[in-house]
């Protein structure tokens, strides 16, 4: 192992130091400072001590150890791990919004109010809803909001006994546990052997307990749900509400609506389809938004612009009650107005363009992978592993050899329909040529696993760390250098 590859306490020598503190803005005040005696230390704390240049070497060398979409290809489905443009960063990290106190008045935040405000007029053009609180900072906490709109609609309405949502077989995760979270019960409708709702088994469904259904569409699989306008006038004539989960919203920009489909509640996640890096787990954002007789249970606080051109915030008596403590995750909104106004009409070849390229590798690798659904897709797609299962090669051995190729893995074993899933979303900001090479490693391992089952099983074989038990990581993760205990 060479001394750059080693943890950094493991490089750590005894009086060397790599750092250089300024003077303490309180340090004429120590006198007014009392720390109590419990709270201070008996011995130094153990931390590493190392030069400057041993920790510039270490963390670059680190960085250059992880993946990210500006190293390599991405094609992880349902996650939309696009490129996200520089502006963006720019931006959001500009010295007129940095600085923002959230507890700042209204009036001394004018122009941050104007984004927000424009910010949810402009997810409303592009998604047919009447309007849209930018505060949830996640795309589940913004499904829990938009469920607690939808409770909150059918109470102001005397139907208290609607609690019952309905989710489709193939839904996200997330979907059954934000209903669940909320106080309602879910109910599963199956979907056809095309992979769309079915709507026979929806209407034995329907009664007077029903307080709407959750949606994506194009749904998990990657399938536009051709049906859908049909199932928004059962859903709507037994008097329950349509919610769209945004998380597939991507292939839809230029091409579709939401609302217009009949979805009367949304949620998107900005850190996907408005170009946000999100991966590790953040940051994000999930607004959501409302068809018009929704608005007045939007959640407090909501920003509203005067007829003088003022921005206010303004809290309703109707609202279903508040998520948050402030105004959401102002970076994010920042980087999305950014994109927003960066494509400006070009948005409109987004969807079509990341359709367009998911079939191109769909159709490219369907000789090789087997394809359940056969059908053109949206954004992603889904393959039930290998053609040739003879060898015994499977999905995760696929997508560990990816990564000795230098791309990272798709999602795989989700959605939990196939035994070998597959899903790969390459997105619309992929040149040919990248997808081209992705199609020609992926026949690769294709060829490998006939003719070398064996060195397919053990991959990687090039990356810093091999195949790790991921089972006992996940149950016992060591997270300290060492047991200090």
């Known amino acids: 192992m060479k001394y750059y590859d080693k943890l950094i306490f493991e490089i750590s020598r005894p009086g060397r130091v790599g750092y250089s503190l300024p003077k303490s803005a309180l340090s004429n005040q120590q006198s007014a400072?009392?720390?109590?005696?419990?709270?201070?230390?008996?011995?130094?704390?153990?931390?590493?001590?190392?030069?400057?240049?041993?920790?510039?070497?270490?963390?670059?060398?680190?960085?250059?150890?992880?993946?990210?979409?500006?190293?390599?290809?991405?094609?992880?489905?349902s996650c939309t791990m696009k490129y996200n443009?520089?502006?963006?960063?720019?931006?959001?990290?500009?010295?007129?919004?940095?600085?923002?106190?959230?507890?700042?008045?209204?009036?001394?935040?004018?122009?941050?109010?104007?984004?927000?405000?424009?910010?949810?007029?402009?997810?409303?053009?592009?998604?047919g809803l009447a309007d849209f609180t930018l505060t949830p900072y996640a795309g589940a906490h913004g499904e829990l909001t938009g469920l607690m709109v939808m409770r909150q609609y059918h109470l102001m309405r005397g139907e208290a006994q609607r609690t019952r949502v309905i989710v489709p077989d193939s839904a996200h995760g997330t979907n059954?546990?934000?209903?669940?979270?909320?106080?309602?019960?879910?109910?599963?409708v199956k979907s056809t052997a095309d992979g769309t709702v079915d709507t026979n088994d929806l209407k034995g469904l329907l009664d007077d307990t029903i307080a709407g259904i959750m949606m994506t569409n194009p749904?998990?699989?990657?399938?536009?749900?051709?049906?859908?306008?049909?199932?928004?006038?059962?859903?709507?004539?037994?008097?329950?509400?349509?919610?769209?989960?945004?998380?597939?919203?991507?292939?839809?920009?230029g091409a579709s609506r939401p609302g217009d489909m009949g979805f009367d509640i949304m949620h998107i996640n900005l850190?996907?389809?408005?170009s946000t890096p999100h991966?590790?787990?953040?940051?994000?954002?999930?607004?959501?938004g409302v068809a018009a007789h929704l608005v007045d249970s939007l959640p407090n606080p909501r920003v509203v612009k005067g007829e003088n051109g003022e921005f206010k915030i303004q809290d309703a008596v109707s609202a279903c009650g508040r998520v948050?403590?402030?105004?959401?995750?102002?970076?994010?909104?920042?980087?999305?107005?950014?994109?927003?106004l960066s494509l400006g009409k070009d948005i409109k070849h987004v969807g079509p363009i990341a359709t367009l390229n998911a079939n191109y590798v769909k159709e490219s690798l369907r000789d090789a992978y087997y394809l359940p659904i056969d059908t053109v897709c949206k954004h992603e797609f889904v393959f039930d592993g290998l053609a040739d299962k003879s060898t015994g090669v499977t999905t995760l051995d696929i997508a560990k050899r990816l990564l000795d190729y230098g791309y990272h893995a798709p999602t795989i074993y989700f959605p939990l329909l196939f035994h070998q899933s597959i899903m790969?979303?390459?997105?619309?900001?992929?040149?040919?040529?990248?997808?081209?090479?992705?199609?020609?490693?992926?026949?690769?391992?294709?060829?490998?696993?006939?003719?070398d089952p064996g060195m397919v099983k053990s991959a990687p074989h090039t990356t810093p760390v091999r195949r790790l038990d991921e089972t006992t990581a996940a149950k016992n993760p060591l997270l300290k250098y060492r047991d200090l205990a």
């Open 33 to 77: 400072i009392s720390i109590p005696e419990n709270l201070l230390r008996e011995t130094p704390a153990e931390l590493p001590e190392v030069s400057e240049l041993d920790v510039v070497r270490h963390y670059t060398n680190v960085s250059n150890k992880n993946f990210g979409v500006e190293t390599g290809f991405y094609p992880l489905g």
């Open 85 to 127: 443009p520089k502006i963006n960063e720019e931006m959001a990290s500009h010295a007129a919004f940095k600085g923002l106190h959230p507890l700042q008045s209204a009036d001394s935040v004018q122009g941050a109010l104007a984004i927000y405000y424009h910010t949810a007029r402009a997810l409303s053009e592009l998604t």
């Open 176 to 188: 059954p546990a934000s209903a669940a979270v909320c106080g309602l019960e879910i109910v599963e």
């Open 219 to 253: 749904n998990t699989l990657g399938i536009y749900e051709t049906q859908v306008v049909e199932i928004a006038r059962l859903v709507h004539e037994a008097g329950g509400l349509l919610y769209y989960d945004g998380a597939n919203l991507n292939p839809m920009l």
């Open 271 to 274: 850190h996907k389809t408005f």
């Open 279 to 288: 991966g590790g787990g953040g940051p994000g954002s999930g607004p959501v």
């Open 324 to 340: 948050a403590t402030f105004m959401g995750n102002f970076g994010v909104v920042m980087r999305a107005y950014t994109y927003i």
């Open 424 to 451: 790969i979303e390459p997105t619309e900001t992929e040149s040919k040529e990248t997808l081209d090479d992705f199609i020609d490693i992926m026949h690769r391992v294709a060829e490998e696993a006939i003719a």
